[in-house]
């Protein structure tokens, strides 16, 4: 021990003064700081919001508790140059110190209230929050820390009055924290279940968020509750302009339930629940514009995805809304929706070995419009549409080939469209059916099967200009189409059929009970085929108008301008470029069928009716155009008339060959005096007609016979001009023909020769009948006066007479010069004529007497006969008187020669004609009314004979 030390008591009192002074010192420097340390905090925090751009910072009270960890900012504000201030009414955290022993960082709780901050992230590198700038080290590298991880904890988090705003370039986002509460974030403690609980809104629309999660567990499970009402999707559009999107407008709303999992095997699990609404929306891009009046989805869409399994997802619910507008810029279309609704699921599923679609359910669309509005506006609409119990399913493999099949019932109703002029539509179809759809690297095949049934189909001309089409109903069986494109349909039936030709028109051109057509065959390569078309209870109106053009011509010209807007009709052709073949085994026509002929073009306007009682049409075929189908019509016309006409036609045969035969009985004359008065210038009076038909035409060329009866025939002249036409024709007046041809039964049998060309344009119906009757008329009278007077009517003349008219001379009556006697021969002659005017009745001849310069000769010659006698006379009477004879008074009696005047020729050829006269009244009582004596004639020329001449 040293001297200088001090005593052990006092360097112990030192010691202990020394250790109470450097731990007084301890707490009242750690005092001091645990007192200063809120002014340090609140300087610290004031100055780091300073140097990040802050103008004006106040803090109204900071509080800090180090043992309890509790630390608490009131009123807070800092100030930026032109930006939204940031407040923070209270902030209150309590921190766990114990645990940071342990490597975890707990936060007991977190009370916020009254924040209001502006967050814009406009500059990429740089965070602005309330005017304060904050830049973003992007890109730097995260630090490797291999030892243990650290752990945190919240366990209680609460927000409450809090205002955020969200600002990047032009998308602004305001988000109102009415209360927020987060519990139980516990990182080292994957069984604890994290919840958080939102009510607030964002841009004014109410949001409500709940969730229940396991975050920190080997399989993430998040399970909660979204309500969103009423948002705007116009506060979305810049982000959506930004990267190209669609302009949207509208309100939206949602109610979900959901549950997020993320499996072990990095797989996503989702699943959603609930409703979600749109109300307005309205949608612009330059393909597509739309206007969603409202939208609504009710129900649960559930999906997975990992790089293993690819994509699956299973979507089951109901959609609805209304679509007023969808539009199609590029196509200048409109489509509208007033109502649509989808019930029903979809399953997909897509992955590395490829992808497929189901779908399965009900859709309704109400009140749909299709709008084509380039050049004339073209539009499709419907009433409702039915789809039910659909189900779809589409596959594509990986070589990217599809198949596709479908089935399901289709209803529709109040179906139109309207195209150019053409208004048409249905009142409902259904059908029932399904189709697949496979693609090959070849060519996709398609196959179908169903049956249908469509009502009220109509068309008609736009701007009221009259109905065209109008049936009932169709109904199809069996149809089928299979995989090379062949289809068939087992039967087609459709009832009431009514087409109208005229506008205006009181009766339809058209209407069909029923028309059967079955065993229908359609393909590319072979046509349409039809085994049999089966019509019955035909009612049709042919009519002409008074510039004679058809009601079918009229139907045909509407048709194409409503429907093609005028220009010319295309003829269906295959892929080859040939039209369209066709093939109908069998047409039947039955029932009661009635063809109704009207004719405005003649005057008065001619009607008959045609009715069929069968019709039968065999073998048509324009793959074979040169082999003739045959046909069978039985039916009749006007009140008794029966018609049977057969043959066979080449229908596809540019000029048409085959044969025409039938049998027309009792058809009534007298309605066809519209067609005989502009034609042959007679009117039909009476009368009643057979005929039998005998055709042939070769290439378009028609030759054929006739055989006419007919029955009671009377005629009367109407036009002059017409009538001179056919007597020219016939070389004799018509009513003197017909009467030849009458027989006294007032029947005329004739033999009608026609030819000519069918596609002859210039040829009219009256020069057709002139011809034609004429040439008949006139063969048929000469060949009956040739054989009723033979062996004297060898030769039967045609002659001229006065003026325009024309006559028949017979064989004429001759005489010996200067005689008026008939011999046994002429009085044999005339018996046979007045056998002709008894068995025709309605005939008269005329009889003209001639003299001769012969018969001028004979009698002169009589004359000087009978002068020389009476001289003689004379003279030998002197002689007996014995008186001398006196040289010059002999001489001056003699007398001239005697000379027969014309009165007196003209007298004898009078004798001769009343001769014959006598002859037929006295000997063969012929009415004297029908033999008329004309005005003798005097014919000097040399070779002249003396005759009475017969014209009838």
């Given at each position: 021990?040293?001297?200088d030390q001090?005593?052990?008591?006092?360097r112990?009192?030192?010691?202990r003064?020394?250790?109470?002074?450097?731990?007084?010192?301890?707490?009242?420097?750690f005092?001091l700081?645990?007192?200063?340390?809120?002014?340090?905090?609140s300087?610290?925090?004031?100055?780091?919001?300073?140097?990040?751009?802050?103008?004006?910072?106040?803090?109204e009270?900071i509080?800090?508790?180090?043992?309890?960890?509790?630390l608490l900012?009131?009123?807070?504000?800092?100030?930026?140059?032109?930006?939204?201030d940031?407040?923070?009414?209270?902030l209150?955290?309590?921190?766990?110190?114990?645990?940071l022993?342990?490597?975890?960082?707990?936060?007991?709780?977190?009370?916020?209230?009254?924040?209001?901050?502006?967050?814009?992230m406009?500059?990429?590198?740089?965070?602005?929050?309330?005017?304060?700038?904050?830049p973003?080290?992007?890109g730097q590298?995260?630090?490797?820390?291999?030892?243990?991880?650290?752990?945190?904890?919240?366990?209680s988090v609460?927000?409450?009055?809090?205002?955020?705003?969200?600002?990047?370039?032009?998308?602004?986002i305001?988000?109102?924290?009415?209360h927020?509460?987060?519990?139980?974030?516990?990182?080292?403690n994957?069984?604890?279940?994290?919840?958080?609980?939102?009510?607030?809104?964002?841009n004014?629309?109410?949001?409500e968020?709940?969730?229940?999660?396991?975050?920190?567990?080997?399989a993430?499970?998040?399970?909660?509750?979204?309500?969103?009402?009423?948002?705007?999707?116009?506060?979305?559009?810049p982000?959506?302009?930004?990267?190209?999107?669609?302009?949207?407008?509208?309100?939206?709303?949602?109610?979900?339930?959901?549950?997020?999992?993320?499996?072990?095997?990095?797989?996503i699990?989702?699943?959603?629940?609930?409703?979600?609404?749109?109300?307005?929306?309205?949608?612009?891009m330059?393909?597509?514009?739309?206007?969603?009046?409202?939208?609504?989805w009710d129900?649960?869409?559930a999906?997975?995805y990992s790089?293993?399994?690819?994509?699956l997802?299973?979507i089951?619910?109901?959609?609805?809304?209304?679509l007023?507008?969808?539009?199609?810029?590029?196509?200048?279309?409109?489509?509208?929706?007033?109502?649509?609704?989808?019930?029903?699921?979809?399953?997909?599923?897509?992955?590395t070995?490829?992808?497929?679609?189901?779908?399965?359910?009900d859709l309704q669309?109400?009140?749909?419009?299709?709008?084509?509005?380039?050049?004339?506006?073209?539009?499709i609409?419907?009433?409702?549409?039915?789809?039910k119990g659909?189900?779809?399913e589409?596959?594509?493999?990986?070589?990217?080939?599809?198949?596709?099949?479908?089935?399901?019932?289709?209803?529709?109703?109040?179906?139109?469209?309207?195209?150019?002029?053409?208004?048409?539509?249905?009142?409902?179809?259904?059908?029932?059916?399904?189709?697949?759809?496979?693609?090959?690297?070849?060519?996709p095949?398609?196959?179908?099967q169903?049956?249908?049934?469509?009502?009220?189909?109509h068309?008609?001309?736009?701007?009221d200009?009259?109905?065209?089409?109008?049936?009932?109903?169709?109904?199809?069986?069996?149809f089928?189409?299979?995989?090379?494109?062949?289809?068939?349909?087992?039967q087609?039936?459709?009832?009431?059929?009514?087409?109208?030709?005229?506008?205006?028109?009181?009766?339809?051109?058209v209407?069909?009970?029923?028309?059967?057509?079955?065993?229908i065959?359609?393909?590319e390569?072979?046509?349409?085929?039809?085994?049999?078309?089966?019509?019955?209870?035909?009612?049709?109106?042919?009519?002409?108008?008074?510039?004679?053009?058809?009601?079918?011509?009229?139907?045909?010209?509407?048709?194409?301008r409503?429907?093609m807007?005028?220009?010319?009709?295309?003829?269906?052709?295959?892929?080859?470029?040939?039209?369209?073949?066709?093939?109908?085994?069998r047409?039947?026509?039955?029932?009661?069928?009635?063809?109704?002929?009207?004719?405005?073009?003649?005057?008065?306007?001619?009607?008959?009716?045609l009715?069929?009682?069968?019709?039968?049409?065999?073998?048509?075929?324009?793959?074979r155009p040169?082999v003739?189908?045959?046909?069978?019509?039985?039916?009749?016309?006007?009140?008794?008339?029966?018609?049977?006409?057969?043959?066979?036609?080449?229908?596809?045969?540019?000029?048409?060959?085959?044969?025409?035969?039938?049998?027309?009985?009792?058809?009534?004359?007298?309605?066809?005096?519209?067609?005989?008065?502009?034609?042959?210038g007679?009117?039909?009076?009476?009368?009643?007609?057979?005929?039998?038909?005998?055709?042939?035409?070769?290439?378009?060329?028609?030759?054929?016979?006739?055989?006419?009866?007919?029955?009671?025939?009377?005629?009367?002249?109407v036009?002059?001009?017409?009538?001179?036409?056919?007597?020219?024709?016939?070389?004799?007046?018509?009513?003197?023909?017909?009467?030849?041809?009458?027989?006294?039964?007032?029947?005329?049998?004739?033999?009608?020769?026609?030819?000519?060309?069918?596609?002859?344009?210039?040829?009219?119906?009256?020069?057709?009948?002139?011809?034609?009757?004429?040439?008949?008329?006139?063969?048929g009278?000469?060949?009956?006066?040739?054989?009723?007077?033979?062996?004297?009517g060898?030769?039967?003349?045609?002659?001229?007479?006065?003026?325009?008219?024309?006559?028949v001379?017979?064989d004429?009556?001759?005489?010996?010069?200067?005689?008026?006697e008939?011999?046994d021969k002429?009085?044999?002659?005339?018996?046979?004529?007045?056998?002709?005017?008894k068995?025709?009745?309605?005939?008269?001849?005329?009889?003209?007497?001639?003299?001769?310069?012969?018969?001028?000769?004979?009698?002169?010659?009589?004359?000087?006969?009978?002068?020389?006698?009476?001289?003689?006379?004379?003279?030998?009477?002197?002689?007996?008187?014995?008186?001398?004879?006196?040289?010059?008074?002999?001489?001056?009696?003699q007398?001239?020669?005697?000379?027969?005047?014309?009165e007196?020729?003209?007298?004898?050829?009078?004798?001769?004609?009343?001769?014959?006269?006598d002859?037929?009244?006295?000997?063969?009582?012929?009415?004297?009314?029908?033999?008329?004596?004309?005005?003798?004639?005097?014919?000097?020329?040399?070779?002249?004979?003396?005759?009475?001449?017969?014209?009838i």
């Open positions: 021990m040293t001297t001090p005593p052990a008591p006092a112990a009192w030192y010691q003064k020394k250790t109470w002074v450097i731990s007084t010192g301890l707490l009242i420097l005092l700081i645990l007192i200063s340390l809120p002014f340090g905090i300087f610290g925090l004031a100055d780091f919001l300073k140097q990040h751009g802050a103008r004006q910072v106040h803090i009270n509080d800090f508790n180090p043992f309890t960890g509790r900012f009131q009123n807070v504000r800092a100030q930026a140059d032109e930006a939204q940031l407040r923070l009414d209270r209150e955290l309590e921190v766990g110190w114990r645990d022993f342990s490597k975890r960082a707990r936060v007991h709780a977190v009370n916020l209230q009254g924040l209001q901050a502006e967050v814009d406009s500059d990429s590198k740089t965070l602005k929050l309330s005017g304060l700038s904050f973003l080290d992007e590298p995260v630090p490797v820390d291999d030892s243990a991880p650290w752990g945190f904890a919240l366990d609460e927000i409450r009055e809090s205002e955020l705003t969200y600002r990047e370039k032009d998308l602004r305001e988000l109102f924290l009415e927020l509460a987060l519990q139980k974030l516990v990182s080292w994957q069984q604890v279940v994290a919840k958080l609980n939102l009510n607030g809104q964002v004014k629309a109410p949001v968020i709940q969730l229940n999660a396991h975050p920190f567990s080997e993430p499970v998040i399970n909660g509750r979204l309500s969103l009402g009423a948002f705007s999707l116009a506060d979305l559009q982000l959506l302009t930004r990267n190209d999107g669609p302009n949207i407008t509208g309100m939206l709303s949602l109610k979900q339930a959901f549950q997020l999992t993320l499996s072990t095997s990095n797989e699990q989702w699943r959603t629940q609930g409703q979600l609404e749109g109300t307005e929306l309205n949608a612009s330059p393909q597509l514009t739309s206007q969603d009046q409202s939208t609504r129900g649960e869409v999906g997975s790089q293993a399994k690819g994509l997802l299973d089951n619910g109901e959609l609805s809304g209304a007023p507008a969808l539009k199609l810029p590029d196509q200048t279309i409109d489509l509208s929706l007033a109502r649509y609704s989808w019930q029903g699921g979809v399953n997909l599923q897509q992955g070995q490829g992808m497929t679609l189901k779908a399965g359910g669309i109400d009140d749909a419009q299709v709008i084509q509005a380039n050049g004339d506006p073209q539009r609409s419907n009433e409702k549409l039915r789809l659909l189900s779809l589409m596959k594509q493999d990986e070589a990217g080939q599809l198949s596709l099949t479908q089935q399901g019932h289709l209803s529709l109703a109040g179906l139109g469209v309207v195209q150019h002029e053409l208004n048409a539509g249905l009142s409902a179809l259904q059908w029932d059916g399904s189709f697949s759809l496979q693609t090959t690297e070849a060519a095949e398609l196959t179908a169903g049956a249908g049934l469509l009502e009220g189909i068309a008609e001309e736009a701007g200009r009259g109905q065209l089409v109008n049936l009932k109903q169709i109904k199809l069986a069996g089928n189409l299979s995989s090379d494109n062949q289809a068939v349909l087992e087609a039936v459709l009832q009431g059929i009514r087409l109208t030709g005229t506008p205006g028109a009181a009766d339809a051109m209407v069909t009970e029923k028309l059967t057509l079955n065993d065959r359609f393909s390569t072979t046509g349409l085929g039809i085994a049999l078309i089966e019509q019955q209870g035909m009612q049709s109106r042919i009519s002409l108008d008074k510039a004679g053009q058809s009601n079918f011509q009229v139907f045909a010209e509407r048709l194409q409503a429907s807007g005028g220009q010319p009709e295309e003829v269906p052709t295959d892929e080859q470029g040939k039209p369209l073949q066709i093939k109908i085994d047409l039947v026509w039955a029932g009661d069928n009635q063809v109704h002929f009207s004719d405005q073009s003649v005057s008065p306007a001619y009607k008959t009716v009715k069929v009682e069968s019709l039968e049409l065999k073998g048509v075929d324009s793959n040169d003739a189908s045959p046909f069978k019509l039985v039916g009749s016309t006007g009140r008794h008339s029966k018609v049977k006409v057969d043959g066979e036609l080449t229908l596809f045969q540019t000029d048409p060959s085959g044969k025409i035969n039938g049998r027309l009985e009792g058809v009534e004359l007298v309605p066809l005096s519209s067609y005989t008065t502009n034609a042959i007679y009117h039909l009076d009476s009368g009643e007609l057979d005929a039998d038909i005998g055709l042939t035409l070769t290439a378009g060329e028609m030759a054929g016979k006739n055989h006419l009866i007919i029955r009671r025939l009377e005629v009367s002249q036009s002059k001009a017409q009538a001179e036409k056919l007597n020219a024709k016939i070389s004799m007046p018509l009513d003197a023909a017909l009467g030849m041809l009458m027989d006294k039964n007032d029947t005329i049998d004739l033999n009608l020769p026609v030819s000519g060309k069918l596609s002859d344009p210039n040829v009219e119906l009256g020069d057709v009948i002139n011809t034609a009757l004429g040439n008949a008329l006139k063969k009278a000469m060949t009956y006066l040739t054989t009723a007077l033979f062996p004297y060898t030769v039967v003349a045609l002659l001229k007479m006065a003026g325009d008219a024309s006559a001379q017979l004429p009556v001759e005489f010996e010069p200067a005689m008026a008939l011999d002429d009085r044999d002659y005339l018996s046979k004529v007045a056998q002709v005017l068995d025709r009745p309605k005939i008269a001849i005329k009889l003209c007497g001639v003299a001769t310069a012969l018969d001028r000769q004979a009698l002169n010659q009589a004359l000087a006969t009978k002068a020389k006698a009476s001289e003689k006379a004379e003279k030998e009477g002197a002689e007996k008187s014995e008186e001398p004879p006196n040289a010059e008074a002999s001489s001056s009696k007398s001239p020669a005697p000379v027969v005047s014309d007196e020729l003209m007298a004898l050829a009078q004798r001769r004609a009343e001769l014959v006269e002859y037929f009244v006295k000997q063969h009582g012929i009415s004297a009314g029908r033999a008329a004596v004309c005005r003798p004639v005097l014919n000097e020329e040399a070779g002249a004979v003396a005759k009475v001449d017969l014209q």
